[in-house]
C-alpha cells in the first residue's frame, strides 16, 4: 500500500492561510490523492481530492508537485470551524468489474492535528 | 449531515455481550465501509460491502460480522464483547464510481463501551 507521511500537528491564527502538508513518494501513477478531515467528535468529512492537477472548491485547494510524490491542501483563511484532524490519503486496493466500478476502500494514517488560534 | 445514518449513537454494555450497529447509507449509494476507531489504534478499515456483498475486508475481528441487506442498509454484529472493543465505530458510504474519484461519506458514529 502506497503510504503518506504528514506532521503530526500545525497551528495556524484565525484568518490567515494554513498549507497543509503530503509527503507521498511511493505513489502509483493511478492513486487518487485525497484529503479528509475529522472535527472533534464528529465522523471524517471530504475535503478534496485530485490525481495530477491542482484542484480549487469551496473548502479548499490541493497542490499536486508535478512528480506527485508531495501535495499540499490550503486553507486560504482559517477560521476556528477548521481546527480539526486532517488526513491525507492515496486510494488503493482497487478492483474492478467489467463495468468498471472500484471496491477500493480509504486507509487512513495519523493525520496533522490543525490548531487554530482566535 | 451526509446523509450517512447510524443507530444508536450511544451503546453501553458488559463484557461477553453482543451487539448491532446499524447504518443507513445515503440514498443512492451502494457501497457500505465500517470503521472502529480508537485512541491508540486511530481509524482503522473494518470491511465494505457493495451492493450486498461483501468486497474488501480489513482488520476485522472473528468475533465481528456484519452484512448487507437489499434495502443496502447494513448491519455490524458485535460479540462476545471485550473491553478493548471500546470505540467509535464509524459507517461510511459511497456511490460505488469508477476510479480513485470516489467520496466517502461518513456518519456520525456510534460511541461503543464497554464496561
Known amino acids: 500500500d502506497a503510504k503518506t507521511t504528514q506532521p503530526n500537528s500545525m497551528e495556524s491564527n484565525e484568518e490567515e492561510p494554513v498549507h497543509l502538508p503530503c509527503n507521498h513518494s511511493t505513489i502509483s501513477g493511478t492513486d487518487y490523492i485525497h484529503w479528509y478531515r475529522q472535527l472533534p467528535s464528529q465522523g471524517p468529512e471530504y475535503v478534496i481530492h485530485?490525481?495530477?492537477s491542482n484542484v480549487n472548491n469551496r473548502m479548499a485547494s490541493l497542490a499536486i508537485a508535478e512528480d506527485r510524490k508531495s501535495s499540499t491542501l490550503i486553507l486560504h483563511r482559517a477560521t476556528l470551524r477548521d481546527a480539526a484532524v486532517y488526513y491525507c490519503i492515496l486510494r488503493d486496493d482497487f478492483r474492478f468489474d467489467a463495468g468498471g466500478t472500484s471496491y477500493g476502500k480509504l486507509t487512513f494514517g495519523q493525520g496533522t492535528i490543525l490548531t487554530v488560534h482566535p | 449531515d451526509s446523509g450517512v445514518t447510524q443507530t444508536p449513537k450511544h451503546l453501553i454494555t458488559a463484557t461477553g455481550q453482543r451487539v448491532t450497529l446499524r447504518c443507513s447509507p445515503r440514498s443512492g449509494d451502494l457501497s457500505v465501509y465500517w470503521y472502529q476507531q480508537s485512541l491508540d489504534q486511530g481509524l482503522q478499515f473494518l470491511i465494505q460491502?457493495?451492493?450486498?456483498?461483501?468486497?474488501a475486508k480489513g482488520n476485522i475481528l472473528e468475533r465481528f460480522s456484519a452484512q448487507q441487506f437489499p434495502d443496502l442498509h447494513s448491519e455490524l454484529n458485535l460479540s462476545s464483547l471485550e473491553l478493548g472493543d471500546s470505540a467509535l465505530y464509524f459507517c461510511?458510504?459511497?456511490?460505488?464510481?469508477?476510479?480513485?474519484?470516489?467520496?466517502?461519506?461518513f456518519g456520525s458514529g456510534t460511541q461503543l463501551s464497554v464496561l
Open positions: 460491502y457493495y451492493n450486498g456483498e461483501e468486497r
Open positions: 461510511a458510504s459511497s456511490v460505488a464510481g469508477t476510479g480513485g474519484n470516489e467520496k466517502l461519506f
Open positions: 485530485g490525481l495530477t
